[in-house]
């Protein structure tokens, strides 16, 4: 009789999940790594947002540049009315340099697009948002239409009113001619930033750090463009409020606004 073989044992296979420990640590690990990475993105979306608002700011130079040439060298006013369609508009600087950019959407920052309500600004429209509702109460007319958020600021020390600006009870001072501007490459005429009602022009909102990475996009009034730093001042008091954001260094270093222009000695006045 043929002995046979016992019989083999079915192997049993074990499956083993995760216990919860191992679970929470995965998880931890996670909330660690996400927390390390999305600052990084963060800066990194910032960055490519900065280099937009850099390439906006180098527009407006290059458009400025364009406008003195086709005006004897002389740089665009501030803002003065215009009869369109028999109705009374407020022609801005930036409704004056559009033209030469073919491109309105560069008027608005991408990191803020809405820093400004225009129509608010002017007085035809209340939106709630700095600057105040109707800081001009209606009385430069309603906007060209060009573009209804602004995001950056004009040195108003180099755009002039004009002569004879009825926004200005007929007077005003003469457009600033390109010739008498001692430090060109020094002097900023647009920049990051917002109007109060008061005509002041901080680098950034009161209580906030400018938009860029503590800095702010800047043009100068030879054309180009540049990065320009801030720092905060806990002890520098504007337009009632204490601790702002100042620029850096250069002939604004400690200013909260890139307002006035660069003389031949390096200090920054209203005229050249």
């Avoid at 527009?59 to 400025?64: D, I, K, N, P």
């Avoid at 740089?75 to 369109?84: E, R, T």
Wanted: hydrophobic share 40%; aromatic share 12%; net charge neutral.
């Amino acid at each position: 009789m043929a002995l046979q073989a016992p019989p083999k044992e079915v192997p049993v296979i074990r499956r083993r999940g995760f216990t919860l420990i191992e679970l929470l640590v995965v998880i931890a690990i996670i909330a660690i790594l996400a927390a390390i990475l999305f600052p990084v993105f963060a800066q990194a979306r910032e960055s490519a947002r900065k280099t937009q608002c850099l390439s906006n700011t180098k527009q407006f130079g290059t458009a400025v540049m364009m406008y003195v040439q086709d005006y004897d060298e002389l740089y665009p006013l501030s803002i003065y009315p215009a009869s369109i369609g028999g109705s009374m508009r407020a022609f801005s600087v930036f409704d004056a340099i559009i033209p030469y950019t073919k491109n309105a959407g560069i008027v608005a920052c991408p990191s803020e697009p809405k820093a400004m309500d225009w129509d608010s600004v002017l007085g035809v429209a209340a939106s709630g948002q700095e600057p105040n509702p109707g800081c001009f109460g209606g009385a430069l007319g309603t906007s060209v239409g060009n573009f209804k958020y602004l995001s950056y600021n004009a040195n108003y020390a180099v755009f002039q009113e004009g002569q004879g600006n009825p926004y200005f009870g007929g007077g005003g001072d003469p457009p600033t001619a390109m010739a008498s501007m001692a430090r060109p490459a020094d002097t900023a005429i647009f920049a990051d930033g917002i109007l109060l009602c008061n005509f002041k022009s901080p680098i950034a909102h009161l209580g906030k750090a400018p938009r860029h990475q503590n800095g702010v996009s800047c043009t100068f009034a030879d054309g180009h463009s540049k990065f320009v730093k801030g720092r905060f001042d806990p002890a520098k008091s504007f337009s009632g409020t204490t601790g702002v954001w100042v620029v850096a260094d250069g002939p604004y270093a400690g200013s909260p606004e890139l307002w006035g222009i660069v003389h031949d000695d390096g200090t920054v006045g209203q005229f050249p």
